[in-house]
């Protein structure tokens, strides 16, 4: 029972160390870059040693994508929990205005993930990790807007709904392009809203009932 314990505080104890190692790691990546941090830094901002550092990630490419990883699970689950609401069906406008008021839109993370896509860009390994990831948020959208059928006719011209999920992460991916530029995050989700609606609705914002 007593080694039962022991080990009990210490996963908690590691957890914790993760997890403030993450927190850290996002507060200096954000204010220097990927490129420009050690994992001196991250230990010394997170009040750990190297020890601890290596206890929980083997680099800072671990480090890094653990961090990524659990920044998209979040939009993942916030896009397909305001997907979610609709019950079988969805009504595809009422979803956009639910989608575009929670999404994440933060700079800090926005700075963050630049730099994973630059460095990824120039790695096929760490590529392979993200388009894993990002697949893996398209088809949570897709398998949400598949349920749009006999609700909400989605326009002809995306296809399918993997189509359709494809353009609603690069109406993302483009709205927080100019996000890094201009810090508006209000005209952001406004612009957002009506790259989303002009998509996947007629334009008005009003469901493309289906004729079938």
């Not at 896509?117 to 990790?129: C, I, Q, S």
């Not at 189509?163 to 989700?189: I, M, N, P, S, W």
Request: glycine share 8%; net charge neutral.
């Amino acid at each position: 029972m007593a080694v039962e314990r022991s080990a009990g505080r210490v996963t908690r104890r590691r957890v914790h160390t993760r997890a403030n190692l993450l927190e850290a790691a996002f507060a200096v990546f954000a204010a220097k870059g990927f490129g420009h941090v050690s994992i001196e830094e991250v230990c010394e901002a997170a009040g750990y040693s190297r020890g601890a550092f290596y206890s929980n990630f083997s680099s800072l490419d671990e480090l890094f994508f653990a961090l990524y990883r659990r920044r998209a699970d979040l939009i993942a689950e916030q896009v397909s929990g305001a997907l979610a609401l609709d019950g079988p069906d969805l009504d595809v406008p009422a979803a956009v205005d639910r989608v575009t008021d929670v999404l994440l839109l933060d700079r800090d993370w926005l700075l963050v993930k630049t730099d994973f896509l630059v460095h990824a860009a120039r790695d096929p390994e760490v590529a392979r990790g993200l388009l894993e990831h990002r697949a893996r948020l398209r088809q949570a959208i897709a398998d949400r807007l598949g349920r749009a059928r006999g609700h909400t006719a989605l326009p002809a011209v995306l296809g399918d709904t993997d189509g359709a999920a494809r353009a609603v992460v690069a109406a993302y991916d483009g709205v927080t392009t100019q996000l890094l530029l201009d810090r508006d995050v209000e005209h952001a989700r406004a612009w957002l809203k009506q790259l989303l609606t002009a998509l996947l609705t007629d334009g008005s914002g009003t469901p493309a009932h289906s004729k079938n």
